[in-house]
């Protein structure tokens, strides 16, 4: 009997250690399989900042940008002398249309060192703060029409046919990428409306003009010499047009250039019935945009009538066809006047 009692504590004794075994191993399982599953989660944590984490960070300011690129080194050195440096380093954001030093070496001669001079530092950031936006604009935020600049003043923007222009600029190589905005290089330097070369015994000087609010029309109305263009613009019914937004750059034909027109040809146009071929005539005469004689070059230019006229720049000056510019750059607030001495007539008259 004592016999049989021990061999059942041997059993006891042997089934409790088996089950004490087995809660052991399996909860070693369980704190192995935990252990697994937060390594993996460790990991997979890790993977996904890496792949977060794959595309660097635009480091540079547009100032930084334009420091490291040698064709900027000529606007790199006009933005230390207009102190806007710190400006361009901040955080912004900005759009910049960035001129290569070939734009600057297209003003007129003299200009760059003149806009260099610390006199003149005022009307150096007036220039360069004209080639700021506020935002980040990449080209396919860019849309066709006024757009505000640092400056103040509005540069005109046209998207056509996926190319970009600014003013007479046009921008040959867009979105570079900047942490404070966005670079669009540009191939001519853009010139501020309001602002104009001045001599003086001294030297030439940039100078702030204050800005134009007489109109093409007022203009002519007010000058003795337009009495028969204006007489011509109010018979074609073109008063409102050429005193509207525009801008519109025109020919405009002084009293003597009408009068040397074969005889009887003005009395025609001015008669009621013939108002569409006046209006023609005088369309012929105006091109869209605000060119200055700068601006010019030579080549066929559109005009609002539809056909182009032969605009000639030598060492001679600016000729339009036949006739020449006898006065350019009489500056309006919807554009600019250029007196030439012949009329313009479009192509069958």
Known sequence: MKLTQFSKSVRSIGLMALLSLMVSVTATACTNT???KADNKTESSKTQTTSMSAKPAQSGTIVDIAIDNPSFSTLVTAVKAAGLADTLSGKGPFTLFAPTNEAFAALPKGTLETLLKPENKDALRKVLTYHVVSGDLMAKDLRSGKVPTVAGTTVAVEVKNQKVSVNDASVVKPDIDANNGV???????????????VKSPAATVMAAKPAQTKTIVDIAIGNPDFSTLVTAVKAAGLVETLSGKGPF?????????????????????????????????????????????????????????????????????????????????????????????????????
């Not at 040809?265 to 108002?275: A, F």
């Not at 600016?318 to 030439?340: L, Q």
Request: hydrophobic share 45%.
């Open 183 to 197: 670079i669009h290089v540009i191939d001519r330097v853009l010139l501020p409306p309001d602002l104009a070369l």
């Open 249 to 349: 750059t025109l020919f405009a034909p002084t009293n003597e250039a009408f009068a040397a027109l074969p005889k009887g040809t003005l009395e025609k146009l001015l008669k009621p019935e013939n108002r569409d071929l006046l209006k023609k005539v005088l369309t012929y005469h105006v091109v869209s945009g605000d060119l200055m004689a700068k601006d010019l070059r030579s080549g066929k230019v559109a005009t609002l009538e539809g056909n182009s006229v032969a605009v000639k720049v030598d060492g001679h000056g600016v000729s339009v066809n036949s006739s020449s510019v006898v006065k350019a750059d009489v500056d309006t607030s919807n554009g600019v006047i250029h007196v030439i001495d012949k009329v313009l007539l479009p192509p069958g008259l």
């Open 34 to 36: 935990g252990d697994n």
